[in-house]
């Protein structure tokens, strides 16, 4: 928990450098308890939940443990402490964020530019015009099909964890993911579909409800942690939230976490009897 607050701040200071930061989560905990400590934490970076060491490649023999890979994908530190130096040298060797250890070509630099830049239409469409021409050298060409591929590689994720978001009613990441993909690939053909997915949310009341509803949960969260409240003030201001928001899929997981508080009361209060 202690190393939460420091990978923010690596996160926010050099995630436009090339930085990637993976949290692999190996505690045992239920999903709920994980997610918890995400918000609590305000954690910044995306969390791998289940993970396989096949071969054995990754020292996990403590527990926090840093693991820094670098452009060449092999892992340079393994560790707890010590190693800044290692990844402030790693991430010199970044000459393009987003593109690991791709060679550009000097024709490529502005499309690699709006690549690190986010701008993945606009680096997408200077490469296929580089792709396109017969008189490009064989390196141009070589770093404008690697760059393509990168963007459409991006474009995937990114549709990928909107699909996927909405399939698990988590409409707040659908709504900013759709979004950020009609901000970040104007012009990409595949990406067509964005602007009116935008609107067809916007226009949706269901999803507009979700939505409301996911800032709701968040405010009580927050006022309640801020005040220190007991067991009994959570589950009245959730009751609330349940009736208010019943038609949301919040509805499910506030009377779950409701069931968790009664229950715990209740065992709190049979304790206190039993040591009497």
């Known amino acids: 928990m202690g190393q939460l607050p420091h990978m923010n701040e690596l996160y926010e200071k050099y995630s436009a450098k090339g930085l990637h930061i993976i949290g692999l989560y190996s505690q045992g905990e239920a999903i709920d308890e994980i997610a918890k400590v995400v918000k609590e934490k305000n954690i910044k970076y995306p969390q791998a939940l289940s993970w396989l060491d096949e071969d054995n490649a990754w020292d996990n023999s403590s527990v926090p443990r840093v693991w820094i890979v670098g452009v060449d994908g092999k892992i340079k530190f393994s560790g ?4 800044e130096k290692i990844l402030e040298s790693e991430l010199a060797k970044v000459k393009h964020p987003g593109l690991g250890d791709i060679e550009v070509a000097a024709e490529l630099k502005e499309a690699a530019a709006a690549f690190g830049a986010r701008e993945y239409g606009k680096a997408w469409k200077l490469a296929d015009a580089v792709a396109s021409n017969s008189e490009a050298s064989d390196a141009a060409q070589d770093s404008a099909a690697k760059i393509k591929a ?8 990114l549709r990928n964890k909107a699909e996927v978001a909405e399939v698990e009613n988590d409409w707040r990441l659908v709504v900013t993911t759709w979004r950020a993909i009609a901000e970040r690939f104007t012009g990409y053909e595949d990406a067509a579909e964005a602007l009116e997915k935008c609107e067809k949310l916007k226009a949706d009341k269901k999803v507009q409800l979700e939505l409301e509803a996911a800032t709701a949960i968040r405010v009580i969260d927050r006022e309640l942690n801020d005040k220190g409240a007991g067991l009994e003030e959570w589950i009245k201001r959730y009751k609330e939230f349940a009736t208010k928001y019943k038609e949301t899929s919040w509805n499910e997981k506030v009377n779950a976490a409701i069931e968790r508080m009664q229950q715990e009361l209740k065992d709190a209060e049979e304790a206190g009897k039993g040591g009497k």
């Open 150 to 157: 990168c963007v459409d590689e991006r474009f995937r994720v």
């Open 80 to 83: 707890v402490k010590g190693y």
